[in-house]
C-alpha cells in the first residue's frame, strides 16, 4: 500500500524465526524502484513477537537508515501484549527518541534492546551481560565464560567483516521454560558474501555451513580468531544442547544435534531475505554446568 508520499508497509501478526525474513522479502519487492526516502511501517496487525523479531525489526530499520530511507512507526500505541513488550524492550526509546508507555520498563527476565559498539561490547558482557545471566539461572559467573568468549568473538566479528562497529543485541530468559534466548544482530555485507571472498560460487545456505567449519576463516585483525561460529556452535549446541540458528543474505540455517548426537546444519526452505547478519542463540539454562569461579580467574 502507498500514499503520494512514502509506502506504507504493515508488519505481520507474528514476528518470529518463520516470518521475518518472508517480511523483509515483501517489503522489497513492496519497492521495485528502489528504496524510497521514506516509509511508513504501520504496527496494527503485530499480534506476537519473539526476541529474534525485536532484534530483526530493529536491525531493519537502522539498515534502511543507512540506505537513506526515514522510517516512520505508525499504531504504535494501546494495550496489545506485543506492543508492550516492544515498548518494555526499549525498542521505541531506540527508534522514536521516546517510550510509547510512561510506565514501560525493561523486565526482570530480559536485558533490554542495545545497540552497542564494538569498543563498548567486552565490558559490557564482563560487566553486565555476565552477572545478570549468572543472577538469573542461579550459577557463578565463570560458568558462562566460554560463552562470554564466543559472544565477544561475534562483537569482533561485526567490527572485522562490517562497515559499522555496530551490533545489536536482546536477551530474554525464559525461566519457566529453562530456556535463555541471545540475539545480536549487524547490518553488514552478510556470511555469505565474505565467505564468498575466500570460497566462490557457494549458496547462501552452503556459504554459512562453511563458515562454522573448524578452521575456517576470512578477513580478519589480529587477535580475532576468525568466524569463531564453529566455537559458539560447540558451547551453545555440542555442550549445551541448546540451537543455534543464523539468518543471512538469503538463507536460514539452524543448527542442532541430530539423533545420534552430531551437529547438524538444517537450511529453512523458502527463506525471503535476512539484511546482514542476524544470530539466535537458544541455550538450556537447566544443562549449564557449573563451574567454580576460581577456574576463571585462572583462565583469565
Not at 511508513?40 to 523479531?53: K, V, Y
Not at 542461579?138 to 567483516?161: M, P, R, V, Y
Not at 562497529?165 to 535463555?180: A, L
Not at 558451547?235 to 538463507?251: C, D, K, P, Q, R
Amino acid at each position: 500500500m502507498t500514499t503520494d508520499t512514502a509506502p506504507i508497509v504493515f508488519v505481520p501478526a507474528q514476528l518470529r524465526g518463520g516470518t521475518i525474513s518472508q517480511f523483509v522479502a515483501d517489503l522489497v519487492a513492496g519497492c521495485p524502484q528502489g528504496w524510497p526516502p521514506a516509509m511508513t511501517l504501520d504496527f496494527s496487525n503485530l499480534r506476537f513477537i519473539r526476541p529474534i523479531g525485536t532484534v530483526f525489526l530493529s536491525n531493519l530499520l537502522w539498515w534502511l537508515h543507512q540506505k537513506g530511507t526515514k522510517v516512520t512507526l505508525y499504531n504504535i500505541g494501546g494495550d496489545r501484549s506485543a506492543l508492550k513488550y516492544l515498548d518494555d524492550s526499549l525498542f521505541f526509546e531506540q527508534h522514536c527518541g521516546k517510550k510509547v508507555s510512561e510506565a514501560a520498563a525493561p523486565r526482570s527476565t530480559t536485558r533490554p534492546l542495545l545497540r552497542i559498539a564494538h569498543s563498548h561490547s567486552h565490558a559490557w558482557l564482563e560487566q553486565d551481560l555476565v552477572p545478570w545471566l549468572s543472577a538469573r539461572c542461579g550459577k557463578t559467573q565463570a560458568s558462562f565464560f566460554q560463552l562470554k568468549s564466543c559472544l565477544s568473538e561475534l562483537f569482533n566479528n561485526i567490527k572485522d567483516h562490517t562497515k559499522f562497529d555496530i551490533g545489536s543485541i536482546f536477551v530474554q530468559h525464559y525461566p519457566n521454560e529453562k530456556g535463555m534466548n541471545i540475539c545480536l544482530a549487524d547490518f553488514g555485507l552478510g556470511i555469505p558474501a565474505k565467505v564468498r571472498e575466500t570460497v566462490p560460487n557457494l549458496s547462501d545456505a552452503d556459504a554459512i555451513i562453511t563458515a562454522v567449519r573448524e578452521g575456517f576463516t576470512s578477513k580478519s585483525t589480529p587477535g580475532n580468531a576468525g568466524l569463531g561460529l564453529d566455537s559458539l556452535l560447540r558451547t551453545v549446541v555440542g555442550t549445551n544442547n541448546g540451537e543455534v540458528t543464523i539468518y543471512s543474505l538469503n538463507a536460514i540455517v539452524r543448527f542442532r544435534k541430530d539423533a545420534n548426537g552430531e551437529i547438524r546444519p538444517f537450511p529453512v526452505a523458502n527463506v525471503g531475505f535476512c539484511p546482514g547478519t542476524t544470530i539466535d542463540i537458544n541455550l538450556r539454562t537447566d544443562l549449564i554446568e557449573e563451574l567454580s569461579d576460581e577456574r576463571e580467574e585462572l583462565e583469565w
